[in-house]
T-cell receptor, first 115, second 114 residues
Framework: AQSVTQLGSHVSVSEGALVLLRCNYS??????LFWYVQYPNQGLQLLLK??????LVKGINGFEAEFKKSETSFHLTKPSAHMSDAAEYFC?????????????FGRGTSLIVHP | KAGVTQTPRYLIKTRGQQVTLSCSPI?????VSWYQQTPGQGLQFLFE???????NKGNFPGRFSGRQFSNSRSEMNVSTLELGDSALYLC?????????????FGQGTRLTVV
């Protein structure tokens, strides 16, 4: 079985500050990890994904995430927040465990950016 | 390349009615998945279709059903609507539906049951 825990349902930062959204996963086999962003009344858009290889993954809009196997974490960061980053962020894990590859999503973290 | 298209975008139905939602995947994508998103439960997987066959199913009652056509377009149906079915229903398509492939999401259908 696989699962995802996103720490903090809301994260508030000032514009220009560091963004850190936390994600821990559980998977019995090597995981594939994803971060998605959702703007109000929109679908989810992929920010970045980790499959194999380099553990530091760069995505769109200046976001990046680091896969740490020993900590079972895949935290999302951005050096400097912008007002347009305000949205809901979802971490997801997918693996071949049990023959099902359907991604499991975390509950989401709402990023609030203050001017 | 056109993205995933869901119709309609908004829908208001009365308890007890049934509803059909439509999803057109990205051209060439054969896997279509459906999710229900609510503030209380988050994103919950409904079912996944691949080449017109339901390949995976989430933990939802039989009132929720779906199908996929030969052109990969998919529909989901909810019968005997309940107030708790009010949600954003998201459709996602993938090229092969493997564990390392991303899902491309549509904008969703906002269903309100009154």
């Amino acid at each position: 079985a696989q699962s995802v825990t996103q720490l903090g349902s809301h994260v508030s930062v000032s514009e220009g500050a560091l963004v850190l959204l936390r994600c821990n996963y559980s998977s019995s086999v090597p995981p594939y990890l994803f971060w998605y962003v959702q703007y109000p009344n929109q679908g989810l858009q992929l920010l970045l994904k980790y499959t194999t290889g380099a553990t530091l993954v760069k995505g769109i809009n200046g976001f990046e995430a680091e896969f740490k196997k020993s900590e079972t974490s895949f935290h999302l960061t951005k050096p400097s927040a912008h007002m347009s980053d305000a949205a809901e962020y979802f971490c997801a894990v997918s693996s071949a465990s049990g023959g099902s590859y359907i991604p499991t999503f975390g509950r989401g973290t709402s990023l609030i950016v203050h001017p | 390349k056109a993205g995933v298209t869901q119709t309609p975008r908004y829908l208001i139905k009365t308890r007890g009615q049934q509803v059909t939602l439509s999803c057109s995947p990205i051209s060439g994508h054969r896997s279509v998945s459906w999710y229900q998103q609510t503030p209380g439960q988050g994103l919950q997987f409904l079912f996944e279709y691949f080449s017109e066959t339901q390949r995976n199913k989430g933990n939802f009652p039989g009132r929720f059903s779906g199908r996929q056509f030969s052109n990969s377009r998919s529909e989901m149906n909810v019968s005997t609507l309940e107030l708790g079915d009010s949600a954003l229903y998201l459709c996602a398509s993938s090229p092969m539906g493997r564990e390392n492939t991303e899902a491309f999401f549509g904008q969703g259908t906002r269903l309100t049951v009154v």
